[in-house]
């Protein structure tokens, strides 16, 4: 997709992070955006910054965990902008998760599944009906993670396992799209190629009431990604930060190529992953991967 004028993309989590950097980077090049949501406080920014610079654009309460809010996005959209060109599954949160895993609150994983990998479900249920019966080129792009998809930290598993669940059907859909011979293509986005600075480390400002515990906040003790810039300082490591708008144009960079993998990395994020595949193939005892090292 080499001109994005006057293309209508929806993006779920579009009010703050990557989502609000990928409405503006399109929004600049002539889309139209419809921003899905369930911060109503990033939501009312984000709709008076994109009127401010005079870009086309609604924005609308989404919850990516139910497809009938998802699918009222998508009726929505079509009604402001008649049809849909690019579907952003960009919705995510970091449940905060620290220590061992069988300690971890039932709760904790709900509420991270049903967002990060219910909520790609439901976008898929959503939308690409809508984009395979219009025949016509478009674009689904789900927001992944190397932290799941490529390989595996050990300080927060049920981010992790939520991340390579994402990828296995993000990758399958590719597969059943080519399959199917639609014009539609399927990306992966994995933002980076460092710690991105966004609000995933305070997610739980928009934690649902009934997923909510008696400990409130990060049980990480990280709440931002300044919080964990100190922590790698302690253990003299210096983090390196990506910030959103840097993934956004790197992403567009990719779908203007067609391509499945908006990735960018490190030579060490490299090195990292060429490991980890020969782990597999020599049978080797995996160790763990640590933020930074």
């Known amino acids: 997709m ?7 993309a929806v993006i779920t ?35 008076a910054d994109l009127a401010a610079e005079n870009i086309e654009a609604i924005v609308e309460f989404c919850d990516v965990t139910s497809v009938e809010s998802l699918s009222d996005l998508a009726d929505k959209t079509e009604s402001a902008f ?44 959503a939308f690409m009906p809508r984009l395979i019966a219009r025949n016509a080129e478009a674009h689904f792009v789900v927001t992944g993670s190397g932290n799941g998809a490529l390989l ?25 799209v080519q399959a199917a011979q639609s014009p539609v293509k399927v990306s992966a986005l994995f933002p980076g190629p460092h710690v991105v ?24 003790g990280i709440s931002s990604v300044e919080d964990m810039k100190k922590m790698c300082e302690e253990f003299g490591i210096e983090l ?21 993998w908006l990735l960018a990395t490190t030579p060490e994020t490299d090195a990292k992953i060429r490991a980890r595949a020969d782990m597999i193939l020599n049978r080797e005892t995996p160790v763990p991967n640590m933020v930074g090292a």
């Not at 080499?2 to 209508?8: A, E, I, L, S």
């Not at 509420?111 to 790609?120: A, D, E, F, I, Q």
């Not at 939520?162 to 597969?175: D, M, Q, R």
Request: aromatic share 8%; hydrophobic share 40%.
């Open 13 to 47: 989590g579009g009010a703050s992070g990557v989502g609000r950097s990928l409405a503006f980077a399109l929004g600049r090049r002539g889309a139209k955006i419809a921003v899905g949501d369930v911060d109503k406080s990033a939501m009312e920014q984000v709709r």
């Open 82 to 125: 008649d049809h849909i060109d690019l579907v952003f599954a960009n919705a995510g949160i970091g449940a905060g998760e620290s220590g061992a895993m069988w300690d971890y609150s039932e709760k904790d994983w709900q509420w991270c599944l049903n967002v990060n990998m219910w909520g790609v479900i439901n976008s898929i249920r």
């Open 240 to 260: 390196q930060t990506t910030h959103p708008d840097e993934v956004a144009e790197m992403a567009v960079a990719g779908l203007q190529k067609d391509a499945f």
């Open 152 to 176: 595996v930290y050990p300080d927060q598993p049920i981010y992790t396992a939520s991340k390579a669940a994402v990828h296995a059907i993000t990758e399958n859909l590719h597969y059943q």
């Open 197 to 220: 600075d966004t609000g995933l480390f305070n997610s739980g400002r928009v934690r649902p009431q009934e997923l909510k515990k008696d400990v409130e906040g990060n049980e990480s």
């Open 2 to 8: 080499q001109d994005f004028n006057n293309k209508v």
